[in-house]
Each structure stands twice: as C-alpha cells, then as structure tokens.
Nanobody, 125 residues
C-alpha cells in the first residue's frame, strides 16, 4: 500500500520561510514525478511545483516562482519544498502527489495518482 506523508506545515508570519517534506512508503520515487499542490478554503486545488526524479527537471507555478524551491533527496527518497518570503495568500493545505505525467500534463491534478493527506501552512500578515 502506497502512502505519502507530508510534514513541515505550521503557522508563520508574512516574510518567513518554511520547508515541507514528502516521504513515501510502499514505493520509491525513482521513475516518478513528485509534485506539490495546494488548496485554500473555498478554492480549487492548484499546482505549486514538481520535480522529475529521473533528471531533476522542475516546474513552478508563476505565483511561487523565485520564492519556492523543490528538490529531491535520492538517499532519503524525500522531496522538499523550500518556501521563502511567504505571503498570506500562500495559506493553504499543501499536498504531495506522485505520478508519471508527460510534460504537457505535469501541472495537472489528474496526472497524479498517489496523494498525501496534506499539511497546513498558515501565513499571518
């Protein structure tokens, strides 16, 4: 049984930094793309960032480009999301997702078939 576990979410102030982590049991990330999505109350879930395990290729949503960095740790089979210069609009539940999307669909929710339970990030102004 595949399980994704996110951690690192907490309440912070505007301008602070946080690092989220995503670890898996029941599979290894090799050969997959690992993405972060987020969902704020009343909003649809949206793409944040993704990394392809095979070559480290990354993609970011425009709203986080330059502030967030996604990275992978091959030894620990873990994906990190470093979030800097956090803003109140970054407040959301952040989800880790795993799939094998083609590049044209890599930011689409439907391209991922394993999801974590989410970790809450709250940014106060």
């Amino acid at each position: 049984q595949v399980q994704l576990v996110e951690s690192g979410g907490e309440l912070v102030q505007s301008g602070d930094s946080l690092r989220l982590s995503c670890a898996a049991s029941g599979l290894t990330f090799s050969g997959y793309a690992v993405a972060w999505f987020r969902q704020a109350p009343g909003n649809e879930r949206e793409f944040v960032a993704v990394v392809r395990w095979s070559n480290g290729q990354t993609k970011y949503a425009d709203s986080v480009k330059g502030r967030f960095t996604i990275s992978r740790d091959n030894a620990k089979d873990t994906v990190w999301l470093q979030m800097n210069s956090l803003k109140p609009e970054d407040t959301a539940t952040y989800y880790c997702a795993v799939g094998r999307p083609i590049w044209s669909t890599i930011a689409q929710e439907s391209a991922y078939y394993y999801w974590g339970q989410g970790t809450q990030v709250t940014v106060s102004s």
